[in-house]
């Protein structure tokens, strides 16, 4: 493949570079922030309540029992806590072990479907975007059902790749990862682990025909698999708790989705902007790709990017039509958008040697966005109150810092671009990062005073 001429021995040190870095600076920002409520702090407690309880079957909040979620990411927390302790990077390691581990799978499905390049690029572009960086050092369960949910859409992906290129033994084999990564899913958030795959893979099968995939899926084997991962904590906990059934499946399911009982009501549109800012350095890749894809659609052959479409628009209209709205619903959206997009870039650089005016301008614009976010320092704050002043004045010391990043690696992206594509395309993932980290990482000195630490600190030293 022609873009792989990109692949030089510099571009391969420079991007193995680059991901050793992050790899590093992934982690070690674990540990830097307080936990702030709420999500954080209660499933921090969880996971340190059944840990010392030893029951594994029943979790509980504060002694009660907390039937709103499945234990998967509670048992990792927990097994985190007995081997290493407590400690907030203990409780986030969960949440930061799936995000980065989704970054190089969703980077070697898009090289079996598209290519090397594709493959590095979409790694890279992952790694950049704003919203899966925050979630990924974030205590909650989004991230842990989004790496599942990847999982169990890439490897349905990777089975049907298989089978239109005559290896049905992989194929085989891919559709029982999916059956495996939609248990877990299940296990980490409850039923949208096996209904968002069935529906992407509905809205697919509608809209081209492509109706010889239902034969592919080895239903029943797969369904032994799922059941294997499921069922033995559903029944147990419904054997302990009789009136967990009724609570699970009714009102944290069909109530959450269709009341507003929970509080959680926002616009229709609420996930739009999280879209794009979670993938804010990728969005003219984002509309590139919805291009391609409709220029090149043939009914009745599978194709790998309707797919992803498909996984994208269905997740987002799924929970836009929800009557409870929360950011991390949105998370597992980023793993498609982040090979739509590396697709539409190693495809342009199949015939062209060097990236586009497009490229240019689009790392320019954030290098001048840079710019003008030094102008905007003073506005940080400016509504908090009084006793907040100085907190917003350490952040605002952050927001220099990630802004600089901004600033430094998208000017650079914009010089090479003529001279080495895909340097030039790391160096501007890799600020990206940088800058989502640095901003994310400098919220201790605001979240600190709603952590509860100084007070408990106080409350410890009487």
């Known amino acids: ?29 674990l540990d830097y922030r307080h936990l702030i409520p709420t999500d954080e702090g209660r499933y921090a407690q969880m996971a340190r ?32 806590f007995q081997l290493f302790g407590l400690g907030e990077w203990q409780a986030r390691f969960w949440s930061g072990l799936t995000g980065y581990l989704t970054i190089p799978f969703v980077g070697f499905t898009a090289a079996q479907l598209f290519g090397r390049v594709t493959g590095y690029l979409a790694a890279l572009i992952l790694l950049s975007s704003p919203m899966w960086v925050v979630g990924g050092h974030f205590n909650a369960l989004d991230m842990g059902l989004s790496a599942f949910l990847n999982l169990a859409l890439c490897a349905l992906l990777l089975a049907q790749h298989a089978y239109e290129h005559q290896r049905p033994q992989s194929g085989r084999r891919w559709m029982w990862v999916c059956w495996l990564a939609m248990g877990l899913a299940t296990l980490s958030k409850g039923l949208i682990g096996i209904v968002i795959p069935g529906m992407v893979l509905f809205a697919y099968i509608v809209t081209r025909f492509d109706w010889k995939i239902l034969g592919r899926l080895h239903i029943f084997s797969g369904l032994v698999i799922f059941l294997i991962v499921t069922a033995p904590w559903f029944i147990a906990v419904s054997i302990e708790n009789p009136e967990f059934a009724h609570f699970f499946f009714i009102y944290e399911h069909f109530e959450r989705f269709t009341a507003t009982a929970h509080g959680r009501t926002a616009p229709f549109y609420f996930f739009l902007p999280l879209v794009l800012v979670g993938f804010l350095p990728w969005m003219p890749q984002f509309f590139q790709s919805a291009r391609q894809t409709l220029m090149q659609y043939r009914m009745q052959s599978f194709s790998a990017s309707w797919m992803l479409w498909a996984w994208f628009a269905v997740i987002l209209i799924f929970f836009s039509i929800s009557r409870s709205k929360l950011p991390g619903y949105i998370m597992p959206v980023f793993p498609a ?11 342009y650089l199949e015939s062209h040697a060097h990236l586009s005016i497009g490229w240019r301008l689009q790392t320019l614009f954030f290098t001048l966005l840079a710019i003008t976010g030094f102008f905007f320092l003073s506005e940080v704050g400016r509504n908090g109150q009084p006793d907040e002043v100085d907190a917003y004045q350490a952040y605002t010391v952050w927001i220099v810092v990630a802004l600089s990043c901004l600033l430094v690696f998208s000017l650079v992206a914009s010089l090479l671009a003529k001279r080495n594509a895909l340097l030039s395309i790391a160096l501007f993932a890799f600020g990206f990062f940088l800058t989502a980290t640095i901003a994310g990482t400098g919220h201790e000195t605001l979240g600190r005073a709603v952590s509860g630490y100084d007070l408990a600190q106080k409350v410890k030293s009487q």
């Not at 029943?58 to 990792?76: C, G, M, Q, V």
Request: glycine fraction near 2%; charge should be negative; aromatic fraction near 12%.
């Open 1 to 29: 493949m022609l873009a792989e001429r990109h692949l030089t021995p510099l571009n391969s040190v420079a991007l193995l570079a680059v991901f050793v870095l992050a790899s590093v600076l992934w982690f070690a920002t």
């Open 49 to 80: 309540e059944m840990m010392v309880s030893g029951d594994f079957i029943t979790p509980r909040y504060n002694d009660y029992k907390y039937f709103e979620k499945p234990p998967l990411h509670i048992w990792a927390s927990a097994i985190t």
């Open 337 to 347: 958008l982040a090979i739509l997009a590396a697709k539409s870039i190693a495809d």
